[in-house]
């Protein structure tokens, strides 16, 4: 067994799996940068022992192992929480109350991700004739497919547009229509400006009319979007939308809802992409390993649906970690449970509400 693929064992409060749904989500960000060379899938195997350096320093960084977490932090999270809320539940208990951390177990994270394109095409043209064109002379027009094209970034929803090789070519001015001079703009071909000018001494207004000195009397001027050629360089522009969708479920996440989970800084465990992307077969936790099939599962329904409207580029599964605790605070008689999780120290109370306050927001999560 490829120690690659190996990751912790983890267990529930309950000492049972659990998996937490999380909605699929098709993500398309707006944005334009230069074309690339595209990057080719690969398969990536990490173990949470043996991450790059790189990696291992961020890791260092933002990282908290469960059992370096005292209660002191636990109660700091809580002041955290609500050092930014204008809320009438007492923060003097959290500085007062007892704090008891019941449990402490790692929740996973299995995510599916599934990058895919959309190409389209349109004439366009410019007015700047003095560039040197890109015509079929420098080499076949590509089709819309063939052109390699690299993502501003991968597994995230983006768009790009690019002027299409080797498809220069003159156009007719749509604004003189091949003339090279327009109406004057000055005098409205009349040739001629008439000017008012009113001298205050006699309080009288006189009226001159002068030959108009943009087109000298002519009535025309030179076309300003082909700058007198009569034609303008027309070229086909790409349109490359990019997007994401994700499949994600949690495992072990006790009764923390699957969304704040996801949100929360995690350890990466594991990662492996690729196009023709699957499960391994060969993690330690059974979990793990059934939480996986079943997203292979999901994804290949999702591609089927993705396929028909767009092109698949490359596909990614994670597994990330991330600790979580469950704390008992105990003040003036009355006690209630809540949970810290995430490296970043989050916090879910659902039951503050009813237990100290009438006003606080059910669900409260701050990254400490």
């Known amino acids: 067994m490829s120690s690659a693929n190996q990751i912790p064992s983890a267990h529930s409060p309950n000492n049972e799996p659990v998996q937490q749904d999380i909605q699929e989500m098709d993500q398309m960000d707006e944005t334009d940068k230069n074309p690339t060379n595209p990057e080719e899938g690969v398969s990536i195997s990490v173990d949470a022992s043996h991450n790059t350096n790189e990696r291992q320093s961020a890791d260092e960084e933002q990282s908290c192992s469960m059992g370096s977490v005292t209660t002191e932090d636990v109660r700091a999270a809580l002041a955290q929480l609500f050092s930014s809320k204008s809320c009438c539940w007492p923060k003097r208990a959290i500085k007062e109350m007892d704090i008891t951390i019941n449990k402490m177990w790692s929740c996973y994270v299995c995510s599916w991700d599934i990058f895919s394109e959309e190409r389209s095409a349109g004439d366009y043209y410019r007015a700047d004739i003095n560039r040197m064109m890109d015509t079929e002379e420098y080499g076949p027009i590509p089709k819309l497919w063939e052109y390699p094209i690299s993502p501003p970034t991968r597994f995230k929803g983006g768009r790009k547009t690019i002027r299409w090789p080797h498809t220069d070519h003159k156009e007719t001015c749509p ?63 790409a349109t490359v939308n990019y997007y994401n969708s994700n499949i994600s479920l949690v495992l072990y996440g006790g009764d923390i809802p699957p969304d704040p989970i996801c949100d929360a800084e995690s350890s990466l465990c594991f990662e492996k992409e690729g196009p023709d992307l699957q ?10 390993q059934e939480t ?77």
Not at 215 to 227: A, D, F, I, V
Not at 279 to 288: K, L, Q, T, V
Not at 306 to 333: C, D, F, H
């Open 175 to 237: 604004e003189c229509r091949g003339h090279c001079r327009v109406t004057c703009t000055s005098c409205s071909g009349s040739g001629t400006v008439t000017r008012s000018q009113y001298d205050p001494e006699t309080g009288k207004h006189t009226t001159t009319t002068e030959t108009c000195s943009r087109c000298s009397g002519t009535g025309r001027m030179e076309c300003p979007e082909c700058q007198g050629k009569g034609y303008v360089i027309g070229f086909v522009m």
């Open 292 to 368: 996986c099939f079943d997203l292979e599962n999901r994804a290949a329904k999702r591609r089927a649906e993705i396929e028909e409207k767009r092109r698949i580029n490359n596909q990614r599964l994670m597994v990330s970690e991330l600790p979580i605790i469950e704390a008992y605070g105990t003040w003036k008689g009355k006690s209630c449970v809540f949970w810290v999780y995430g490296n970043d120290l989050r916090v879910y109370a659902p039951y503050y509400e009813e237990m100290f306050s009438s006003c606080c927001t059910i669900m409260f999560s701050v990254c400490f």
């Open 279 to 288: 499960a391994p077969r060969d993690f330690e936790n059974s979990d793990i």
